[in-house]
């Protein structure tokens, strides 16, 4: 069964809320591991994100062109697909203004 708008929403408000946490300890980690398994946390997390963006609905993404909706697609494709190439700059980066956005957007709603 395909999931609805509002649940859609709802598991990327978490996975961005979950984000927010690994960024956290990722940031203030001494050790490597700790830091390592915070940034796979985090792509984990930009891949249910991405998934999600993927099927919302275009009357809502196009009601919100700030949104960089195809580039949080695109990294879920990048994560999943060329995870050899991953680089945790360009992740974290993505983390960054994007999310903030995209929260804005996802807790306005439909316009």
Known sequence: MSRSHTERAADIL????TIERFDALAT????GVTIEAALDGICYHIIVIGEAVKSLDSTFTQSYPSVPWSAIARMRDLITHQYHRRDFTVVKATIGEPLRALKT???EGPR
């Open 28 to 31: 203030t980690a001494t050790d």
């Open 105 to 107: 957007a996802l807790r």
């Open 14 to 17: 978490s996975a961005i809320q």
